[in-house]
């Protein structure tokens, strides 16, 4: 199994919709989790910090389910300029300190 | 936030020649960073951990020989790609930890002819 997995994607929406992306993790000793978004051919930019209790920042919410674990994210009220490949990171323990592992990445297009 | 520089941004080298890129951390120190690299409709996948003063620690399936990596100071960690082949034609992303969020440099675009 893969550390980090996500829908395989793309999710082809209309402006005004709301999406959501899933993203599993195996290693249950993780402890800190994000949601990246990244623009074709450009570095990762972080898009939130997801919490145990969830968090919204606008119209974006990320939630954490450390019993199943996963996390997950919703778009509401989809822009065309939201589309772009999301990425979500999971911290895994290596060597008595933590390495960030990629999920492969959900790519969205957003259609006028 | 936090920045992170690479240098170069693209560089395009020859089959068997060596290629050193640079990763910064410009208004904070990082004792750990990390190289990540990324084919094209792939994600992000990580080569290594660099540790500022010690070894880095190398990914499985990653040769340790090939991409050298030393984190000499506590801004900057360098990657050398040695006797670059074609397939190692990627996009190269560096990244730093400050205050438990982690910041990526601009990437660098290799092509090896």
């Known amino acids: 199994r893969k550390e980090v997995e996500q829908d395989p994607g793309p999710f082809n929406v209309p402006e005004g919709a709301t999406v959501a992306f899933n993203c599993t993790y195996s290693?249950?000793?993780?402890?800190?989790f994000f949601w990246y978004r990244q623009d074709c051919r450009k570095e990762p930019k972080l898009l939130m910090s997801?919490?145990?209790s969830g968090n919204e920042d606008g119209r974006f919410t990320a939630q954490l389910n450390r019993a199943s674990q996963y996390i997950s994210l919703l778009i509401r009220d989809s822009k065309l300029s939201d589309s772009a490949t999301y990425l979500c990171?999971?911290?895994?323990?290596?060597?008595?300190?933590?390495?960030?592992?990629f999920g492969t990445g959900t790519r969205l297009k957003v259609l006028a | 936030g936090a920045v992170v520089s690479q240098h170069p941004s693209r560089v395009i080298c020859k089959s068997g020649t060596s290629v050193k890129i640079e990763c910064r951390s410009l208004?904070?120190?990082?004792?750990?960073m990390f190289w990540y690299r990324q084919f094209p409709k792939q994600s992000l996948m990580l080569m290594a951990t660099?540790?500022?003063?010690?070894?880095?620690?190398?990914e499985q399936g990653v040769e340790k020989d090939k991409f050298l990596i030393n984190h000499a100071s506590l801004t900057l960690s360098t990657l050398t790609v040695t006797s670059a082949h074609p397939e190692d034609s990627s996009f190269y992303i560096c990244?730093?930890?400050?205050?438990?969020?982690?910041?990526f440099g601009p990437g660098t675009r290799l092509t090896v002819t």
């Open positions: 208004d904070f120190q990082a004792t750990t």
């Open positions: 990244s730093a930890i400050s205050a438990y969020e982690q910041y």
């Open positions: 290693n249950s000793a993780s402890q800190s």
């Open positions: 990171v999971v911290n895994i323990p290596a060597s008595g300190t933590y390495k960030y592992i």
């Open positions: 660099s540790n500022e003063g010690s070894k880095a620690t190398y």
């Open positions: 997801v919490y145990s």
